[in-house]
């Protein structure tokens, strides 16, 4: 059974920072990037950032110098360090699964944790 867990989220003050993790199991994580992405209310899901298995990253403008995102292999988990934080930052964050070949699986979500920024 494939799972990505959440955790991190929460309420942070405008220019705080926060980390986000996300752990994976039920997959081979090496054939497998690791996405961030956020959907805020009534607006569509957009990608955040991405991780390859070697490390590979590309980021969204928005987030480009704000957010890192980077994975321990041997701990089958992902990380969203998220600083400068912006109101317009609020959003629920998901954790994606993206197999790097089709053949390898599906795409997997994790069930998303509440990233809110307010005084």
């Known amino acids: 059974q494939v799972q990505l867990v959440e955790s991190g989220g929460g309420l942070v003050q405008p220019g705080g920072s926060h980390r986000l993790s996300c752990a994976a199991s039920?997959?081979?994580?090496?054939?497998?990037?690791m996405d961030w992405y956020r959907q805020a209310p009534g607006k569509q899901r957009d990608l955040v950032a991405r991780v390859t298995y070697g490390g590979s990253t590309l980021y969204a403008d928005s987030v480009k110098g704000r957010f890192t995102i980077s994975r321990d292999n041997a701990k089958n988990t992902v990380y969203l360090q998220m600083n400068s934080l912006k109101p317009e930052d609020t959003a629920v964050y998901l954790c994606?699964?993206?197999?790097?070949?089709?053949?390898?699986?599906?795409?997997?979500w994790g069930q998303g944790t509440q990233v809110t920024i307010s005084s």
């Open positions: 039920g997959i081979i994580f090496s054939r497998y990037s």
């Open positions: 994606n699964a993206h197999p790097v070949l089709s053949t390898w699986g599906n795409d997997y």
